[in-house]
């Protein structure tokens, strides 16, 4: 485990080596493609990407929450949160590398 | 949204590319992630999210129905922890309470 961080930088590096577009095509690339998925998660659909995962958006009832440090209770308003549930391929691809186990 | 249909629509916002390398482009970025989440990286992108492998120490379960003790192993699995701006983008003027923007 190296415990490195990747960020759009490296992602981009990636594209201009794999195929080939400028740094600066290739850099705003990826950010077309975080925004691509940004705005139809915002619009409440779920993104699937076949061999890695989807990307989705759940609805959460409003409840009290307790401030845990003074006990106090809050209430936390309805909202909408982004789930991302990784496919079986990614879950044992990460498992293998990882712990040299899990299906192969 | 499926795959397909998010290459389709970056193809379309990129007419002077071949349709082939927006596939590649869009496969490379996944494909990257992760490679990274299998070397035990981070992938942050600000604003979207980061990605991060969780590693689950082997146990003893218990087989729920009999109660019979199985060993299950170690495993890493990823995670995703929503940015702060999309985040807020999912919510915006939904949340209640909140002042309207006016002019």
Redesign the interface.
Known sequence: ????????A??SE??YQ??G?SRNE?AD??E???N???N???KG??????S??TFL?RQKG?RMGRNPKTGQEVPI????????R?SHV??D???R???G??KA | ???SE?IQ??AE??PH?YHR?VE???T???E???Q??????????????A?S?K?RPSRIGRNPRTGAAVAV????????K?GKE??E????G????EPASGD
């Open positions: 485990m190296t415990g490195r961080t990747i960020t759009r490296q992602l990636a594209v794999e195929v577009l290739s690339f990826v077309a493609v975080l691509v998925l940004s139809h998660l915002v659909e779920p993104v699937k990407i076949s890695f995962g958006i409003g308003s309805p909202r909408r949160v982004m789930v991302f990784p990614l879950k691809q990460i498992s590398a990882l712990t186990q899990g | 949204m499926l795959k998010l629509r970056l916002a990129n590319l390398d590649r482009v869009v490379t970025i996944f990257e992630i992760a990274a989440l299998c070397r035990g990286d981070r992938v942050e992108l600000r604003g979207f999210g990605f492998v590693r192993t170690e495993k890493a699995t990823p995670y995703f929503t999309l985040r983008r999912l919510n915006d939904a949340a209640a309470g």
